[in-house]
């Protein structure tokens, strides 16, 4: 894999923390599974999701910008927790999925940085990790990270749409595997390869470009945020999710593996 030289000689955002980096006028949120106060296995969050095997009706973001929930109580992801880690628990077989309680307003950038701590647990069937809106392949200013890309690829699959398509698939991930996976974006340059920047465990993987884009023009949109499924309906997936990180700016280097390095702590 091709280094991306992150964090050498470059200065940053005090980042302690990837909460740190984020200046009060940045738009994001970080869900944080790690966190006791803000899991919930209800709704109307009235009993904490506190033991292992506990369902997760709502998970509440660190800024209190997104709040990730799941009404159906057979769908809810688990809580899981070994060996002083803790995640979420998708099972595609019992169709385990959040969505967020109203839709993710990201109108005002046309930049993103979006990172998740993930152990992909399957490669058999195609699957949305986390998208915004019904379908980002057509609904402008939106985003996906499949895991896998298609049925039987041992791969991740990175798009991103302003007002048209871009992206790329990333191999080889076979699962089960764990992974920081995600991207930055800046819907403003002309080329996907400047546009839009998988990141793989701190490094720029293996692409195989498969929507030649660029992803067009304008601004990210008002959409609901997807974790687990596609539209909360369809394209299920299985695996652990640990931590999500979504900013509306493209980090610097330094920043990003200051974030990577974070959220794989958090992971085994």
């Known amino acids: 894999m091709v280094g991306i030289n992150i964090g050498v000689g470059l200065k940053s955002r005090a980042s302690s923390t990837p909460l740190n980096t984020f200046a009060p006028s940045d738009v994001g949120d970080i869900l944080d599974f790690s966190d006791g106060s803000r899991r919930w296995q209800d709704t109307a969050a009235t009993t904490p999701a506190a033991a292992d095997s506990d369902p997760i009706g709502r998970i509440d973001g660190l800024r209190g ?9 057979t769908a809810r992801p688990t809580y899981k927790t070994s060996a002083g880690k803790h995640w979420a628990e998708f099972t595609a077989a019992s169709f385990q999925r959040m969505f967020s309680a109203s839709a993710f307003n990201l109108s005002t950038v046309d930049k993103l940085t979006v990172l998740l701590g993930i152990q992909k647990s399957s490669d058999a069937a195609a699957a949305r990790l986390i998208e915004t809106s019904a379908d980002a392949g057509a609904n402008d200013g939106a985003f996906v990270i499949t895991a896998p890309d298609a049925n039987g690829l041992a791969n991740y699959g990175i798009y991103a749409r302003g007002t048209a398509v871009g992206g790329f ?3 080889t991930y076979t ?17 996907l390869a400047d546009e839009l920047k998988p990141i793989i ?23 609901v945020l997807n974790l687990g499924s596609q539209n909360n309906a369809s394209r299920y997936f299985s695996g652990r999710v640990y931590y999500v990180y979504i900013i509306g700016r493209v980090l610097s280097a330094g920043e990003l593996a200051s974030v990577s390095t974070y959220i794989r702590a958090k992971m085994p």
Request: aromatic share 4%.
């Open 201 to 223: 465990d701190g490094v720029t993987p293996t692409l195989t470009v498969q929507a030649a884009g660029p992803s067009g023009t304008g601004n990210f949109g008002n959409h």
């Open 65 to 73: 910008v997104l709040s990730m929930r799941q009404t159906s109580g």
């Open 169 to 171: 698939r990333a191999t």
């Open 175 to 191: 699962a089960p595997v764990a992974n920081v996976v995600g991207f930055t974006c800046d819907l403003s340059q002309t080329a």
